[in-house]
Structures are given as structure tokens and as C-alpha cells.
């Protein structure tokens, strides 16, 4: 069977920072033996819908699978990635009406019943993981009964609980990365593009999050030197030298992301890495380790810029956690990131005046080794079956009738400007702070 995957448009321009797009390029790779398969990425085409159509004509498949990564591009970013997919989605059906539409990907995962109720061209809807779903439902169309299933009877839409028991430690399938060439990748300024798994799942509870809804609650973890396998390949194979660790917190549970960088180390692999790390899991030891293994970049998001902003996002951390990470990392030669959401539930002029005084510490305690990359401030974004959305509904911030599918950000009056203003104070700070301008 001809199978097309497609990652959909995952960014505002073309000349947006690209990523690899490892999820499709994983499914991709389960069924190769199987199936004759090609990788259509939209996102590195000058013309992507020119580059659809040619490639429905050329290829004529059977099957298309529509990766739908993301449903919008966050950062406070008020455009929505949903025409594109629309707009993709009928042109397939309309230049060749027997090809069957098969949805996955995060984006999809989140919305699946919206989605398809929007296009009725999708015949099935994958939901969460789908290396374990992807063959079955291959070989039974007409009929498939299999694990995180979307599809349709008769009128209605059956959404089924979403696959998220995957065994990463013995059933993991390294993507064949040459089935879509990873080398067009390797042109990003910021974003290291090329993305490594080491675990899925995240047992926390913040309130706005979706990766437990989508990955499960449990870690499932790699075995560290298969970790290790994979980055010296992409690195002797393709020269790879910089990548991400795709991990909801990479450096958790403790002692795993500790064993893949000593492996990294003892095998001496010259790779760069970066990660969203847990500050309460630092520690002068492990922060050692990292260093010397190769991050060249903490990414922290405490997400709270007060102790009462991470209790209602559910962080379930000390503000002195942070500060100890912060301290730790600021005697490194690594750059330090740091994300924060503002105007949360319950902000007050108190609590305004904390989290500035936060924010003049963090450029305080980093101003010895100039090593802080940038503060990023966003409003937070709701999804549904979150805590902030009850808290939203409950606040009337949002209406039960509010469709999620487009963005929605929560922030009330009286603080909807704050994030500009610490934006304004920010960009002051950093940029002062690298000229040499004194504040």
C-alpha cells in the first residue's frame, strides 16, 4: 500500500524556525517494511501547497496520514493554524476523492471531535502515541478496532480513550531518519531542530497543562545507552550537532538524564543539547554532569513569578527551588532561559511587585557570567479538561460555549497590559545588560 504521511503547517511563515518532525517520521519508519512510504513535510516548502498538490499527482497514495503538530503557535499569538490544515486537507480529498484521510499528531489529539466535524474528509483520527495503532489500522480499514481510535458511526463521532502505554524501553523504534532528509533541518539560529526522546509521560499537576492528558501520567524511559546510540548515529551519520530533548522535563526521574549524559561523557560524543529542566531537581552534582555532557542550554519554566502564582498553577515548588537553580546555572558557561506566565488566577499589585523583584534578581545573579538568555512572559493558553479552564469558566473569563480550537488566552482586567509592561522592563534590562549600559 502507497502510504503519504504529511506533516501539516506547524509555524506563521516558512521561514520560521523549523523542526524535525520526528513523530510522523517514528510512524513513518514502524510500517516501511510493511508499506512503501514517503514524507511530505510542509513547513521546509517554498510553495507547500503547490509541493501537496505535485506530490498527490506523483505519488497517487492510497493513504494519507495528516500530522497536525500544533494547533496554533502560542507565544500569545493570536493566529490559528487550523485553515492551513482545513485548506490541506480538501485539496488531498478533492485531486484524489478515494484517498483515505487518516488525523494524528498533538494538535489532533487535543481536539479530535472538533477537527472532525470541521472536515468530513477525514475518515479516522489517531489519538495519542501511534506506533502501536498505525499497523493494525492499516491492514483492517474497512473495519479497525484498535487502541485511541477516532472515527465515524453513522452521524456520530467515537472518540476512544487515547493510547499513552507505550513501551519505550523495549518496543522503541529509532526513526529512520533517511526517510526525510534531516539535514534541511540544520539551518535554525535558536531552536536546536532535530529532537531526541529519552521518556514519555509527566507525573505532575499543573493546571494548565495537556501532557499528561496526552502522554500519561506514568514516565516510560529509554534505556540510557539506547539514548546515547541514537545521538552518536546523528552525529557520525549526519554531523548533527546540536539537538533537543523532546521531553515534557528532561531531567526527571532522577538519575536517568544523569546516566544518558555520563554515557555521553565516558563515549566522548561532541554534541550540544538543550531541554525544559525541573528546578527542583538540581543540584550542584547533576548540573556538573550536564555541563560537561554538553547542554548549552537550560530552558527553566517555573511558569509562576510568585510563590501564589505556582501554587495556582499547580507547580507544586518553592520559589527557592528556582532560585537555587538559578543560582546553580548562573556559575556555569550555559545559557539559562526562563519562561513565566502572567496575569495568572488571583494576581494582585502585591504580587506584581513580587515577581518585578524576581525578575531584577534573575538579571542580578547572571549578570557575573552574562550567561542569561532571555525571560519569556506569556499569558496563558486554555485548553479544555485543564483546571485553568474551570477556573476560567468559573471567573467568566470563558464561556462553556467558547470553541478552544482557536486561541484563548487567559487574561482578565484589570492586568491584561502586564505582560507588555514587564516585556518593556525586560527588553530594557537585557538589552542594557549586554551593552554595558547602566540601569
Not at 498505525?134 to 465515524?152: A, E, F, S, T
Not at 493558553?381 to 485553568?388: L, Q
Request: aromatic content about 10%; proline content about 5%; glycine content about 6%.
Amino acid at each position: 500500500m502507497r502510504i503519504l504521511f504529511v506533516q501539516a503547517i506547524s509555524t506563521e511563515t516558512t521561514t520560521s524556525e523549523m523542526v524535525y518532525p520526528i513523530g510522523i517520521v517514528t510512524l513513518a519508519t514502524v510500517i516501511s517494511n510493511l508499506h512503501t512510504v514517503e514524507i511530505l513535510d510542509l513547513n521546509i516548502e517554498q510553495d507547500p501547497f503547490k509541493a501537496l498538490k505535485n506530490k498527490i499527482y506523483q505519488y497517487n497514495p492510497e493513504v494519507v496520514f495528516m500530522s497536525l503538530r500544533n494547533i496554533d503557535p502560542l507565544g500569545n499569538k493570536m493566529t490559528s493554524l487550523i485553515p492551513q490544515f482545513i485548506t490541506s486537507v480538501k485539496m488531498i480529498n478533492i485531486l484524489n476523492p478515494t484517498t483515505t484521510i487518516i488525523a494524528g499528531g498533538t494538535g489532533f489529539s487535543l481536539f479530535p471531535r472538533k477537527i472532525m466535524e470541521l472536515l468530513p474528509e477525514i475518515t479516522y483520527g489517531i489519538i495519542g502515541e501511534g506506533e502501536s495503532s498505525i499497523l493494525p489500522l492499516l491492514n483492517n480499514l474497512d473495519k479497525p478496532n484498535v487502541k485511541g481510535l477516532c472515527y465515524r458511526k453513522g452521524e456520530d463521532i467515537i472518540v476512544t480513550s487515547p493510547s499513552m502505554e507505550f513501551d519505550m524501553e523495549k518496543s522503541y523504534i529509532v526513526p529512520d531518519r533517511s526517510l526525510l532528509d534531516v539535514t534541511a533541518y540544520q539551518d535554525n539560529s535558536y531552536v536546536q531542530s532535530v529532537g531526541v526522546e529519552t521518556k514519555r509521560g509527566c507525573p505532575f499537576n499543573c493546571s494548565y497543562c495537556v501532557y499528561p492528558k496526552l502522554q500519561g501520567k506514568k514516565l516510560r524511559c529509554r534505556e540510557p545507552n539506547d539514548v546515547v546510540n541514537e545521538i552518536e548515529f546523528l552525529r557520525k551519520e549526519y554531523g548533527i550537532e546540536r539537538i533537543h530533548f523532546t521531553d515534557p522535563v528532561v531531567n526527571i526521574p532522577n538519575g536517568h538524564m544523569e546516566s544518558v549524559c555520563e554515557s555521553l561523557i565516558r563515549r566522548n560524543i561532541d554534541i550540544k543539547w538543550s531541554g525544559f529542566f525541573r528546578e527542583d531537581q538540581i543540584d550542584g552534582k547533576n548540573i556538573d554532569i550536564f555541563a560537561k555532557s554538553g547542554c548549552e542550554c537550560f530552558s527553566f519554566s517555573p511558569d509562576g513569578l510568585t510563590q501564589e502564582a505556582m501554587d495556582v498553577l499547580g507547580k507544586n515548588m518553592n520559589i527557592e527551588d528556582v532560585k537555587n537553580a538559578a543560582r546553580l546555572a548562573a556559575q556555569t558557561d550555559i545559557v539559562s532561559v526562563y519562561h513565566f506566565m502572567i496575569n495568572v488566577p488571583g494576581e494582585t499589585e502585591e504580587t506584581v511587585k513580587k515577581g518585578i523583584n524576581l525578575i531584577d534578581w534573575i538579571y542580578d545573579v547572571h549578570s557575573k557570567n552574562k550567561n542569561l538568555g532571555t525571560i519569556v512572559f506569556n499569558n496563558i493558553r486554555i485548553y479544555p479538561d485543564t483546571p485553568i479552564y474551570d477556573i476560567a469558566l468559573e471567573k467568566g473569563v470563558i464561556r462553556s460555549t467558547t470553541n478552544l480550537l482557536y486561541p484563548v488566552y487567559y487574561n482578565p482586567d484589570p492586568y491584561e497590559n502586564l505582560r507588555y509592561e514587564l516585556e518593556g522592563k525586560h527588553f530594557c534590562k537585557n538589552v542594557f545588560m549586554w551593552q554595558e549600559v547602566n540601569i
